[in-house]
């Protein structure tokens, strides 16, 4: 079993459709959990970032994170096109300072 | 926020020959970056640690006299692919920690292409 599961999709949805991506993980020592977006060819980009439970919006993005359930989302609302890309989920026991540890990606596609 | 670059963003280079890339954290010191490695529809593997002042880290099955990694000063981490394969063609991906240590940012990227 690995340590991060993230369902590799594809995920297809019709333009302004509320996208629900998540991720599960079974190290209960992880604290920090990230949300990457990847577009074809260029390097993730940092979405989102929590540290512990709790929920965490921004503009259209919201990232929750349930420790108990070992279980976190990305919720973005009102999708677009320029939403379709690949989602990574990445999480850290403690922080920026430690490696990584992705999830395999979603890949979405907003089409108009 | 945080800004990581790397150069270049795409190289071509002979079998046989070696490629440098370099990773520069732009508003922040970076004491410690990590270098990814990224196939086609598959996730980021994590190849190493590059550490400031120190050797760099590097995980399982990645051998280290052919990516040698420099970490010069707190702002520019290298990572030189030596005697380069068509095997070796790959995107190739550097992140740094905030200097808070939150969270980490990456780069854009740099494709090599080994022919």
Redesign the interface.
């Known amino acids: 079993q690995k340590e991060v599961e993230q369902d590799p999709g594809p995920l297809s949805v019709p333009e302004g459709a509320i996208v629900s991506l998540n991720c599960t993980y079974s190290n209960s020592a992880f604290q920090y959990f990230m949300w990457y977006r990847q577009y074809s060819r260029k390097g993730p980009e940092l979405l989102m970032y929590t540290y512990s439970s709790g929920n965490k919006e921004d503009g259209r993005f919201t990232a929750q994170v349930d420790k108990s359930s070992k279980y976190i989302s990305l919720f973005i609302r009102d999708s677009q096109p320029s939403d379709s890309a690949t989602y990574l989920c990445a999480m850290s026991p403690s922080g920026g300072y430690n490696k990584l540890i992705f999830g395999a990606g979603t890949r979405l596609a907003v089409h108009p | 926020?945080a800004v990581v670059s790397?150069h270049p963003s795409w190289v071509i280079c002979k079998s046989g020959t070696s490629v440098k890339i370099e990773c520069r954290s732009l508003d922040f010191q970076a004491t410690?970056m990590?270098w990814y490695r990224q196939f086609p529809k598959?996730?980021?593997m994590?190849m190493a640690?590059s550490n400031e002042g120190s050797k760099a880290t590097y995980e399982q099955g990645v051998e280290k006299d052919k990516f040698l990694i420099n970490h010069a000063s707190l702002t520019l981490s290298t990572l030189t692919v030596t005697s380069a394969h068509p095997e070796d063609s790959s995107?190739y991906?550097c992140s740094a920690?905030?200097s808070?240590?939150?969270?980490?940012?990456?780069?854009?990227?740099s494709?090599l292409t080994v022919v």
């Open positions: 926020g790397q410690t990590f598959q996730s980021l994590l640690t995107f991906i920690p905030d808070l240590g939150n969270t980490i940012y990456f780069g854009e990227g494709w």
